[in-house]
């Protein structure tokens, strides 16, 4: 089956920073790759996805990177600040449709000094 | 968000009892999922269903049982067979199985 492997565990970073947080995954043929956020308490929330047909996608401060060749993809946030503090979490699947279950790295407590 | 709910936000269970979590969703997606969070342990899959009357177990599915009778409706039993019950449960739905899932807000179970 899919392995995921999320590092750091945790990030501290100045408020104004970039933050950078990096997964693996085993399985070739996974083509979808989301990430969520969850604040302290909350349920998880997507904040970001992309599928294997795109090497980059951005959506303001946030941005993810595909290397399928590597098998990694990585989350970017520029100019954090204090509510970007949270756990964020990887994914990885094949979608749409098929059986596969979505495959979760353990996790990125991320921490925003002001 | 309001479109998937779990009920109670918080559960206490005795020892030796069975105790069910509620999970309804009214998004009309068709594959449902329970997971499990402890500190430092990320998700990790119990059940998932893909259909109403079929479910399959996850990774860690001893202990727990669940029923699909209805596409709305995914409880999650938490048996005496499970001896670590106490952690954060949430339930997840999405339109397909493994396209982009949609959380519930949690369950936190505790052992009196």
């Known amino acids: 089956g899919e392995n995921v492997e999320q590092h750091p565990s945790t990030l501290s970073v100045q408020e104004g920073d970039s933050a950078v947080i990096k997964c693996t995954y085993s399985?070739?043929?996974?083509?979808?790759f989301p990430w969520y956020k969850q604040e302290l308490g909350k349920r998880p929330q997507l904040i970001i996805d992309?599928?294997?047909?795109?090497g980059e996608k951005k959506d303001q401060r946030i941005a993810v990177t595909l290397n399928k060749t590597a098998k990694h993809f990585s989350l970017h946030i520029t100019e954090t600040q204090p509510e970007d503090s949270a756990v964020y979490f990887c994914a990885a699947s094949k979608a749409p449709g098929g059986s596969y279950i979505p495959t979760f790295g353990r996790g990125t407590s991320l921490i925003v000094h002001p | 968000d309001g479109g998937i709910t779990q009920s109670p936000k918080y559960l206490f269970r005795k020892e030796g009892q069975n105790v069910t979590l509620s999970c309804e969703q009214n998004?009309?997606?068709?594959?449902m999922y329970w997971y499990r969070q402890d500190p430092g342990q990320g998700l990790r899959l119990i059940y998932y269903?893909?259909?109403?009357?079929?479910?399959q177990k996850g990774d860690i599915a001893e202990g727990y049982s669940v029923s699909r009778e209805k596409k709305e409706s995914f409880p999650l039993t938490v048996t005496s067979a499970q001896k670590n019950p106490t952690a954060f449960y949430l339930c997840?739905?999405?339109?397909?199985?493994?396209?982009?899932?949609?959380f519930g807000p949690g369950t936190r179970l505790l052992v009196l």
């Open positions: 269903s893909q259909i109403v009357n079929d479910f």
């Open positions: 997840a739905s999405s339109p397909q199985s493994g396209q982009t899932q949609y």
């Open positions: 399985d070739s043929a996974s083509n979808y």
């Open positions: 992309i599928r294997s047909n795109v």
């Open positions: 998004l009309n997606h068709d594959a």
